[in-house]
């Protein structure tokens, strides 16, 4: 997953009224809720892949619990960004404030600048061993479908807002700069995770500029190289130039989620909460790059 830079996180001007912040907050909610809805119905009219029988409602009813979650968290955090993009307007503090950019190139280096953050943050996810073992709640999904955009852990979350402060910070992101990329941003994380057969031509051209679902696909495989292979979040520009690009995955082949977490007590909603601080469960005995290193230095 993801960083998504969920829509949650949009910035509210502090004159706001606190009505015009709770109606602020509802669209939001709709919003998600309306991507959501469309991207289930394309899930059923184009499916990829069938579901177990009977798994999907434990497995969406899982994935929902942690998308609360992660909305609460979101909400509770959203203040931090208004406050980042106020500091770096008064300060005319970031690139597009030194450059002294006009509207169309504050939006072009504003998403531009946010998603190599993005980017970043999921890099570091799967190089830094004690962040991946937050960030495993999200790939021990077997069945990767639209409620699995949100699944992530709080501490994963935190991770993400950190990066995502940063790059309004590095960019001196305004305010409507903000909103047009979490808006992408966060339709596309629930495309990108989407359990639906694309075409492989329509594939290839829209994937020259951002992430598509089979893009996606290849980086949820429990097999390496693959789980660290296309971290990029809506541009995939950033995994050409980090060489972290792959063209798969080979869908016949393809199987998600990591060894060592399909048992019901892992797939829990306690489970995954408390899943990165058991050790008492081992490493997947297939894992990104960080979880290598660990076996190396062992």
Same mark, same amino acid.
């Given at each position: 997953?993801?960083?998504?830079?969920?829509?949650?996180?949009?910035?509210?001007?502090?004159?706001?009224?606190?009505?015009?912040?709770?109606?602020?907050?509802?669209?939001?909610?709709?919003?998600?809720?309306?991507?959501?809805?469309?991207?289930?119905?394309?899930?059923?009219?184009?499916?990829?892949?069938?579901?177990?029988?009977?798994?999907?409602?434990?497995?969406?009813i899982r994935n929902f619990t942690l998308t609360?979650?992660?909305?609460?968290?979101?909400?509770?955090?959203?203040?931090?960004?208004?406050?980042?993009?106020?500091?770096?307007?008064?300060?005319?503090?970031?690139?597009?404030?030194?450059?002294?950019?006009?509207?169309?190139?504050?939006?072009?280096?504003?998403?531009?600048?946010?998603?190599?953050?993005?980017y970043f943050a999921h890099l570091t996810m799967?190089?830094?061993?004690?962040?991946?073992?937050?960030?495993?709640?999200?790939?021990?999904?077997?069945?990767?479908?639209? #409620?699995?955009?949100?699944?992530?852990?709080?501490?994963?979350?935190?991770?993400?807002?950190?990066?995502?402060?940063?790059?309004?910070?590095?960019?001196?992101?305004?305010?409507?700069?903000l909103l047009v990329y979490l808006t992408l941003?966060?339709?596309?994380?629930?495309?990108?995770?989407?359990?639906?057969?694309?075409?492989?031509?329509?594939?290839?051209?829209?994937?020259?500029?951002?992430?598509?679902?089979?893009?996606?696909?290849?980086?949820?495989?429990?097999?390496?190289?693959? #789980?660290?292979?296309?971290?990029?979040?809506?541009?995939?520009?950033?995994?050409?130039?980090?060489?972290?690009?792959?063209?798969?995955?080979?869908?016949?082949?393809?199987?998600?989620?990591?060894?060592?977490?399909?048992?019901?007590?892992?797939?829990?909603?306690?489970?995954?909460?408390?899943?990165?601080?058991?050790?008492?469960?081992?490493?997947?005995? #297939?894992?990104?790059?960080?979880?290598?290193?660990?076996?190396?230095?062992?």
């Open positions: 997953m993801m960083d998504i830079g969920t829509i949650l996180a949009l910035p509210v001007a502090a004159s706001d009224a606190f009505s015009a912040g709770l109606s602020s907050v509802g669209f939001r909610l709709g919003f998600l809720a309306l991507t959501f809805g469309v991207v289930l119905l394309f899930e059923a009219a184009f499916p990829l892949f069938g579901y177990a029988k009977g798994n999907w409602s434990g497995h969406a609360v979650i992660f909305l609460l968290m979101n909400l509770l955090l959203s203040p931090i960004s208004p406050l980042a993009v106020r500091m770096t307007a008064q300060a005319q503090f970031g690139l597009s404030y030194w450059l002294g950019l006009g509207p169309a190139w504050q939006l072009v280096v504003g998403i531009a600048g946010l998603d190599l953050f993005a799967h190089k830094i061993a004690w962040m991946w073992n937050f960030h495993r709640v999200h790939h021990a999904d077997s069945e990767v479908d639209v #409620t699995t955009a949100f699944r992530e852990h709080p501490g994963e979350t935190l991770w993400r807002v950190g990066w995502h402060i940063a790059g309004v910070f590095a960019f001196g992101t305004p305010i409507w700069v941003s966060a339709f596309n994380g629930q495309l990108e995770h989407a359990n639906i057969r694309l075409p492989a031509r329509l594939d290839r051209w829209l994937r020259l500029i951002f992430v598509t679902p089979n893009m996606h696909k290849v980086h949820h495989s429990r097999h390496l190289p693959e #789980t660290d292979m296309n971290y990029a979040n809506l541009l995939s520009i950033w995994d050409r130039l980090g060489r972290s690009y792959s063209h798969g995955p080979r869908f016949a082949e393809l199987h998600y989620g990591l060894d060592g977490f399909d048992d019901p007590e892992k797939q829990s909603v306690s489970g995954l909460l408390k899943m990165p601080y058991l050790k008492s469960w081992g490493q997947p005995t #297939t894992a990104p790059e960080a979880e290598n290193a660990d076996r190396r230095a062992a």
